[in-house]
């Protein structure tokens, strides 16, 4: 547990200097404490981070813009998911070092790519039906991969990794730093479903690997928005501080209960978040016949090509 508590009490000191400095109180944004109370138990004990539940209830319910959810999913992230990985390195809980390293070098280049490229040109509404419609993709996909409960699941990836290996883990991360950029999140659960589809990794392994993985991303956009690009608002801001002890306890005891349970049951909840987030999504938005060829459209496709690769 030493990781763990030499980074939670860092974490918790450099939040009580935030706070005792700051002229906003965070008893204003309590939604936001209570979202990540469910929202960072997610983020350790699956492949969807902090994000994933932040990013749809701050934009459909909270109604807070896009942009202000996504900063505030790295901020929060950069607390909950880090605090994850240190009892993940510290409780030894197997991961895939190889899948953590190679898709952050691509994440990061697409990160930064998409929040210049990418981010300022996607219509909000847009923004969160793609975002709920390729999650619900990769929850199809990973029940299809599933239905034979007796399938062979591997503990770790190849020994020697082929070039093309390689390639498919910078690439899928490159893809998934330009998600990330988008909404926060979405490297952990693209690279879990390619090692879980494609190496057919088992999800005991993969889970804390997405979580390591997406630590770094999250950091790296916390410190690209409120560092380089100076956007992060006092909206986030507040929340930030209302949601960050929360985090510091419940992301880390998301990964140590997932860490007990049997890998069918890990991707049970994950298609049970899933379908949530896209129901409530459609709920939130409108069932309008616009929304609804759109959704569909970016399920299909996701869907075909995720099940076509899986090996």
């Given amino acids: ?45 699956s492949a969807e981070g902090g994000g994933a539940v932040a990013f749809p209830v701050f934009t459909l319910l909270l109604k807070i813009p896009p942009d202000a959810a996504r900063n505030f999913s790295f901020a929060i992230q950069s607390f909950g998911m880090v605090a994850a990985s240190m009892l993940i390195i ?20 697409g990160l930064v790519a998409g929040t210049y490229s990418l981010a300022p040109l996607v219509d909000p509404v847009l923004t969160k039906l793609l975002f709920v419609s390729i999650w619900l993709a990769f929850g199809i996909a990973l029940w299809q991969a599933n239905r034979d409960a007796s399938a062979n699941v591997v503990p770790r990836l190849p ?44 999800e005991k392994v993969a889970t804390p690997t997405s979580v390591l993985l997406m630590s770094i991303l999250t950091v790296a956009g916390t410190f690209l928005h409120a560092g380089v690009l100076g956007d992060f608002g006092q909206t986030e801001y507040t929340a930030w501080l209302a949601a960050a002890p929360v985090v510091l306890v419940f992301a880390p005891l998301g990964a140590h ?55």
């Fill in 1 to 45: 547990m030493r990781y763990y508590v030499i980074f939670a009490a860092c974490a918790s000191a450099l939040w009580l200097m935030l706070l005792l400095t700051s002229s906003v109180s965070p008893l204003d944004a309590w939604p936001a404490a209570l979202t990540m109370v469910f929202g960072s138990f997610i983020a350790g004990a």
């Fill in 90 to 109: 510290g409780r030894r809980i197997p991961f895939e070092v190889r899948a953590v390293y190679y898709p952050a070098l691509g994440g990061i280049v």
């Fill in 159 to 202: 020994d020697v990794l082929q070039r093309r290996d390689i390639i498919n883990l910078v690439m899928v991360g490159l893809l998934g730093g330009f998600v990330t950029s988008l909404f926060g999140n979405g490297i952990d659960l693209l690279t879990f479903c390619m090692l879980r589809l494609w190496y057919g990794l088992d």
């Fill in 257 to 311: 209960v997932i860490s007990k349970w049997p890998r069918l049951a890990i991707a049970r909840l994950l298609y049970t978040i899933i379908v949530v987030q896209f129901v409530g999504a459609l709920y939130v938005l409108g069932l309008t016949l616009e929304h609804v060829v759109t959704a569909g459209i970016a399920v299909v496709v996701t869907t075909l090509l995720l099940l076509r690769q899986n090996r």
